[in-house]
């Protein structure tokens, strides 16, 4: 009895606030929503009992996450409603709302008033409501008014909203986001809310770096407003605490004079020692409270957590804390969605789903189409992930009011986000946008995160001089400037379900309907063949890596990380192009990514994964892979060796036509010496006996603030609890105690949506569940399957201190950060394998004015000959004699032609063979060859395989080189870029 007396104690002192502190108020709890329009909602006296209770966030078609496809998903005006109360001691105090983003416009009405509204469904605003409130016991009542129409125009210009699209950006409408209620004092440092209150908020960052001595110099820029009625001299003081609370360091600024309604920056800086640099899976945060003081009395008190890093952008390459990281990670739909619950989840999922990113080695992520909420900004700040940061579009330039609109989301975001370590990217579109708007977007960047030291730019961009990076849709971009890295590549589905073609329910690789009339078996895929072409693809983002020239791939993000409910060209009715599925389950392409990307821009080469599993029927003969960072790898069924596999794409290892056996089979990787590496097993399991739950939650506790929520992983395993990896066995649920189910999802009706029997898939599944507000207490789980031995699990839900609409509670306040990859490495991570060779001179069969094209570091520019065999050539002049032993070029038509070639050095042939299809660059590799001049010869006709190479979704065909019409030139060759390269000594 003590110790429950002793909690409800702490719980109720966590109320406990003084008058004319900052409070930042958690306004999420005790909402009511109504699905539908209503005449009078906004008064006060409105009835809504019958309304839906809820928390938020919530989207109000939360329901139609994976059931429906998106362009689907319910659309129409609704409302919400909210009843609080404002303490009286806090009523000569300002007081802000701050909503994180709506979808998609909407009005606001406080105690029955208009107070505002807002569009563009994606970005944070704010209102100040201190002069519309009742304060002591005279209840409040906010109404909100949204109407999420795919064809929403924005009421003063009738004008769309190019992001409002039904491919890309998954329409949970609503309140989707989080809300807060900020009380602070007359003289404050403003909130970084800029539609309707045009404040920017304060502005933290680092700069003069010495990352050996562990130094740098923090800077505060805090604007801060004088809402008393006399003039005011106030100082900042600054207190910058560790990770542990431990304060390191205060200083103070000079003394600053306001007057009464002026907004003035007090700024402050100060060298700190000892610095743990924030850097990818080491998020570092230092917590950092600015203080306004008048006299020797603290006035405001403002909390910001930050990471300290240290970018730059150069030499086509990305640099973190003075090294060299390769970009590796995941093009993800910024919804981040899961089945039933949309994007409103808790921030602990936002943790779990981010922080699996970085646990298959990826360091960025670059979010989709319209800028990311503020849950999973923070998020990646906590566990370690690099942010590419979109404004808004829909894969195409826009003028005129759509493009202001796009400019003012970017204005809005950058304020908003400036100070989150994680965001080293600023991305203007995913389409190239004209000289024009990239001076434009550059202006706003400069304006609002001058020294942030984050990179501007817009996907393509190849030639432009004002783009800070850039990169290609699917393909291969290098550069020896500005770096370059595909924005989205390897777009092929695959279900989880499907292991391979021996495995229940033996899905033939690729069967499935067209798409638009087109073959889409690519879309189609088992899990066997999409981790393959993970591989493949990766394979030669790898071969153009840092350490192999001055021009260089900076990497690539794959499309996508999580199963999403957006654009399909697969069977099910959403993407299916995740490493993981829309539970987080990973598939094998996940593991197939750990091992290749575990490094900065070399992998470890102890990485090691078995593709698929070891449960086949009886005398079942199939190839198995192995992807391997080794030299070598060996396979081992029951103790005896299968022999050395066939090496491909670097990373893969093929062994042809195994036999099962049932026991145990055991990769095991080497070195060149033959010193052995790594190993991994696959093991048979037994028949099918129980059901196996596992809770994944809350590290601090299920919480009953109506948005906490609990994942159940349930397994079928055998009679010694291995899992069965061909099971499929449906599932039954019962649950006793006070929670929302909502379920999971699988291939069937519904695709199992809010159902409380569903299968698993290759052995397992999940659920999730979220509290209700106010309800405490135990829930108990029981999973039963027919011929299974059931499985039960017993949740505990603690309460939350719920006042009059208010809460203290912050759940990711308390979230732990994310360490395990260790602080930025000491050593130097480029590994460089060759080196490039300096072009003073060119000659050329045809067309000599355009030759130097071929060497300029612009990939739109081309050198091509007149068509005629005997012109197809070109000649470089190197600067000194060398050994040359590489040809790397980028010959248009990459996608879709194979030209027979020939090399001389010095009029010596070096190499006589055929280019390969590739996405952008082929390699011409000899033994190494000394001369001066390096000619490159065309051998005969190339040779067009195929020239359906891909669209967008609007139809706008993928890029194969340099647009021409010489498909049916004989004597054509094309040449976008040419490197010659020596051996590295």
């Not at 001089?465 to 390897?490: D, F, R, T």
């Amino acid at each position: 009895m003590k110790k429950i007396v002793f909690i409800v104690y702490l719980l109720l002192f966590q109320m406990v606030v003084f008058a004319g502190e900052r409070i930042k108020y958690n306004f999420n709890p005790s909402w009511k929503l109504y699905m539908g329009d209503v005449a009078g909602a906004e008064s006060v006296s409105f009835d809504d009992s019958s309304w839906k209770k809820i928390a938020l966030p919530h989207a109000w078609n939360e329901d139609d996450a994976f059931l429906k496809a998106i362009h689907e998903h319910s659309t129409g005006i609704v409302w919400y409603r909210k009843k609080f109360k404002i303490p009286a001691e806090n009523k000569d105090q300002k007081v802000f709302l701050e909503f994180e983003g709506i979808r998609f416009g909407g009005e606001f009405y406080l105690n029955g008033k208009p107070i505002g509204r807002h569009e563009n469904g994606v970005m944070a605003f704010g209102f100040d409501i201190s002069d519309d409130l009742n304060f002591g016991e005279k209840e409040n009542v906010i109404a909100v008014r949204i109407d999420n129409a795919w064809n929403y125009r924005e009421k003063e210009t009738n004008s769309t909203y190019q992001w409002n699209d039904k491919n890309f950006n998954a329409n949970y409408g609503g309140i989707p986001k989080n809300v807060w209620l900020h009380i602070l004092p007359k003289i404050y440092q403003t909130l970084p809310l800029y539609s309707n209150l045009k404040t920017v908020g304060t502005y933290i960052y680092a700069n003069q770096f010495d990352i050996d001595k562990r130094l740098a110099t923090l800077n505060v820029d805090a604007p801060v407003k004088n809402e008393t009625s006399g003039a005011r001299v106030l100082q900042l003081q600054v207190e910058v605490k560790d990770l542990s609370g431990k304060t390191v360091k205060e200083f103070v600024s000079d003394k600053v004079n306001i007057k009464s309604g002026e907004t003035v920056h007090i700024k402050a800086s100060e060298r700190l020692e000892n610095l743990n640099f924030w850097s990818w899976g080491y998020a570092y945060l230092y917590t950092v409270n600015t203080k306004i003081l008048q006299g020797q009395k603290v006035i405001d008190n403002l909390e910001t957590k930050i990471g300290i890093r240290k970018t730059e952008f150069k030499n086509g390459m990305v640099y973190l804390n003075d090294k060299v990281l390769m970009m590796k990670g995941y093009a993800q739909r910024t919804s981040n969605e899961w089945p039933a619950i949309g994007m409103s989840t808790s921030p602990w999922l936002s943790d779990f789903s981010n922080k699996l990113m970085v646990q298959s080695n990826a360091n960025l992520v670059r979010w989709m189409h319209v800028t990311p909420w503020k849950q999973d900004v923070e998020s990646c700040d906590r566990v370690g992930l690099i942010q590419a940061m979109q404004a808004g579009d829909a894969e195409k330039d826009v003028e005129g009011r759509r493009w202001e609109q796009r400019v003012e989301l970017m204005r809005d975001a950058i304020i908003y986000n400036r100070n989150s370590p994680s965001i080293f990217f600023y991305e203007c579109g995913n389409e190239s946008i004209s000289e024009a708007h990239m001076i434009e977007m550059k202006k706003v960047r400069d304006t609002y995160d001058p020294y942030g030291a984050r990179a501007i730019g817009s996907r393509e961009m190849l030639d432009s001089k004002n783009s800070e990076y850039g990169g290609e849709m699917l393909y291969i971009n290098k550069s020896a400037g500005q770096p370059m890295w595909s924005m989205e590549y390897s777009r092929d589905e695959g279900l989880r379900k499907y292991w391979d073609e021996f495995t229940p329910p033996f899905h033939k690789n690729g069967a499935g309907p067209l798409y638009k009339g087109q073959d889409a078996s690519d879309y189609n895929r088992n899990q066997d063949t999409h981790a393959i072409e993970d591989v493949i693809r990766w394979a030669e983002y790898w071969d153009q890596r840092p350490g192999t020239g001055k021009r260089v791939s900076s990497g690539g993000v794959n499309i996508i990380f999580s199963d999403s409910n957006t654009h399909f060209r697969g069977e099910e009715n959403y993407r299916r192009s995740g490493e993981v599925d829309a539970m987080r389950i990973p598939k094998d392409g996940f593991y197939a990514h750990q091992v290749m990307w575990d490094g900065w821009v070399d992998p470890k080469n102890t990485g090691l994964h078995i593709i698929g599993h070891w449960n086949y029927a009886k005398g079942t003969v199939k190839d198995e892979y192995v992807v391997s960072t080794g030299d070598k790898v060996e396979l081992f069924l029951n103790g005896k060796s299968l022999g050395f596999g066939e090496q491909s794409y670097h990373f893969l290892f093929t062994f042809k036509n195994v036999r099962f056996e049932a026991g145990e089979l055991k990769a095991v990787s080497y070195n060149g010496k033959g010193e052995k590496l790594a190993e991994k097993i696959l093991r048979t399991a037994g028949e099918p006996a129980s059901i196996k739950l596992t809770k994944m939650g809350n590290p601090n506790g299920l919480k009953a603030n109506g948005n906490d929520m609990v994942l159940i992983q349930f397994e079928v395993v055998d009679a010694k609890g291995n899992r069965c990896p061909t099971a499929l066995n449906m599932v039954d649920f019962n649950v006793e105690g006070d929670i929302d189910w909502r379920g999971g999802i699988a291939q069937g009706p519904n695709n199992y949506i809010l159902a409380k029997s569903l299968p698993v898939e290759c052995g397992l599944n999940r659920v999730l569940m979220r509290t209700f507000e106010g309800k405490t207490g135990t829930v108990k789980i029981t999973a039963t399957s027919k011929g299974l031995k059931s499985a039960s699990v017993t949740l505990t839900v603690d309460p939350v201190i719920i006042k009059n609409g208010l809460t203290l509670y912050s759940e990711s306040a308390k979230l732990p950060v994310n360490l395990d990859r260790g602080p930025t490495p000491k050593e130097n991570t480029v590994k460089v394998v060759r080196e490039a060779l300096d072009i003073v001179s060119v000659k050329a069969g045809a067309n000599q004015e355009t030759a130097k094209n071929s060497y300029d570091d612009n990939e739109l520019s081309d050198w091509v000959n007149d068509g005629k065999l005997a012109t197809a050539w070109i000649s470089y002049v190197l600067k000194e004699e060398a050994p040359v032993s590489e040809v790397v070029m980028k010959l248009n038509n990459f996608r879709s032609k194979i030209y027979p070639l020939k090399i001389y050095v010095d009029n010596r042939l070096v190499f006589n063979g055929n280019s390969k299809k590739s996405l952008g660059y082929f390699t011409a590799t000899f033994p190494p060859t000394k001369g001066k001049t390096v000619k490159i010869e065309l051998g005969g006709s190339a040779k067009t395989e195929g020239k359906d190479y891909g669209a967008e979704v609007g139809g706008k065909k993928l890029d194969d080189g340099v647009t021409r019409d010489d498909v049916n030139t004989k004597g054509s060759l094309s040449l976008i870029e040419v490197e010659i390269y020596k051996k590295a000594i």
